[in-house]
């Protein structure tokens, strides 16, 4: 390759090769040429055909097809891959552009101002300013301990503050689900169907811990009026004095 006085009437500040720069790649050429008018021409490939490098300085025309993406792997090499493949690899950051497919997303994380799809998302951590939809499963995984699932965090505003967090802990045989805002556990569900309130291991078919309120209750002076006045067995009511009776 050499270089020589540019042809006129290019400007001298941009000189052009006087000779064809050719670069054999997969049986295609890639040529820059000069001319009278000074043009430069590069040979159209064939179709969806870009040129990559090939890790030693080299380029080559690489085929591309429909639903395809260039990236850079491991060792710095630039390839085609599909897109569900480049998503898998996370992480994905879409800034403020939304996210919409039709099929399935496989991500380590996605970060967009919203996510759409008719397929299923699954993911370790999805952040969105925006809103989630889709016809399919979402389904939010958390890898950190063998006792804990996905998190779900719904906070008031962008500062993180004021927020809930719905999470799954416990085994595997006997998953809970927690409902945890401020100090702690405000309530939870556990596999066999016991309601925990305040806390995360309910033992009967509602646990509370803490104090309990029965406000509105009716009053009767015993049984026989309660079912007079429109109870059930096992309903609870009140005496004048504040007793509290169940009816049998």
Not at 10 to 26: K, Q, V
Not at 84 to 100: I, K, R
Not at 154 to 179: E, V
Request: glycine content about 12%; overall charge negative; some cysteine.
């Amino acid at each position: 390759m050499s270089y020589c006085t540019p042809c006129p009437p290019c400007d001298t500040n941009f000189p052009l090769l006087c000779e064809p720069l050719e670069t054999t790649a997969n049986g295609k050429r890639l040529v820059v040429e000069d001319s009278a008018a000074c043009q430069k021409t590069i040979q159209t490939p064939a179709a969806q055909q870009v040129l990559k490098t090939d890790g030693a300085g080299n380029l080559t025309w690489t085929n591309g097809a429909s639903g395809t993406v260039l990236r850079k792997d491991t060792t710095g090499l630039v390839e085609f891959a599909t897109l569900n493949s480049v998503l898998q690899s996370g992480p994905v950051d879409l800034g403020s552009q939304p996210l919409t497919t039709t099929g399935a997303v496989n991500s380590g994380s996605i970060a967009a101002t919203s996510v759409t799809t008719t397929g299923a998302i699954n993911a370790v951590s999805v952040t969105t300013t925006g809103i989630i939809t889709s016809t399919g499963n979402i389904k939010i995984n958390r890898a950190d301990s063998v006792n804990e699932g996905g998190e779900l965090t719904l906070n008031k505003s962008l500062d993180n503050t004021a927020g809930w967090t719905i999470d799954c802990n416990g085994s595997t045989s006997t998953p809970n689900l927690r409902f945890i805002s401020g100090t702690g556990v405000k309530a939870s569900i556990n596999g066999s169907g016991n309601f925990g309130i305040g806390t995360s291991f309910p033992l009967a078919t509602l646990h509370v811990a803490g104090t309990v309120r029965l406000q509105g209750l009716s009053t009767y002076a015993n049984n026989a009026a309660a079912i007079t006045g429109g109870l059930v067995a096992d309903d609870v009511y009140k005496t004048a004095t504040g007793e509290l009776r169940i009816v049998v």
